[in-house]
């Protein structure tokens, strides 16, 4: 718990990144499209990360994110970072993520996020991370994350 709180203390020196700053990277399965996947370098010894990405529905029906796996994390969840009283940030859990047709959702810091728990191995700048996004039609899609520097604010061009 000490961890994730810690972890909620640095979103709130996260300056936003531009919208218009979208990664080289796009993955497109059908009506569903990854874009500006990004995660942070982590230290040695740290065992969280978070992963951030945007989800745009390009179709006509609801895409529901049920699922998120990471080979070198043993829980991977979606958390959402919400601002409490006296400044403080929190973390919760969010079972699933909807997405209504049109809609675009982005996971960024001090939001929405994948968030990898008893990590194997820390994540080193410059290498990739699969991730795996399980929807509720069965769909399965594998993004590679680019991992950016510790003090990243996010992917640019
Ligand atoms: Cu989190």
């Known amino acids: 718990m000490r961890k ?5 203390l640095v979103f709130l020196n996260v300056t936003l990144w531009p919208l218009a700053a979208v990664s080289q990277q796009m993955t497109v399965d059908r009506d569903v499209t990854v874009e500006a996947a990004w995660a942070r370098a982590t230290a040695p010894d740290s065992k969280t990360a978070a992963v951030y990405f945007t989800l745009r529905n390009m ?11 990471a080979d070198r994390a043993s829980i991977e969840t979606l958390h959402k970072t919400v601002n409490g009283a006296q400044g403080t940030t929190r973390m919760s859990a969010s079972p699933e993520l909807r997405i209504a047709p049109g809609q675009t959702v982005m996971l960024e810091p001090g939001g929405l996020h994948v968030m990898l728990l008893d990590l194997e191995t820390p994540l080193i700048e410059g290498k990739v991370l699969p991730l795996r996004l399980k ?16 003090d990243a604010n996010g992917p640019t061009r």
């Open 4 to 8: 994730w709180f810690a972890l909620g």
């Open 135 to 150: 929807f509720y039609d069965g769909d399965n899609l594998t993004v590679d994350v680019p991992i950016l520097a510790p």
């Open 59 to 69: 179709g006509q029906s609801r895409i529901d994110l049920i699922g998120v796996r």
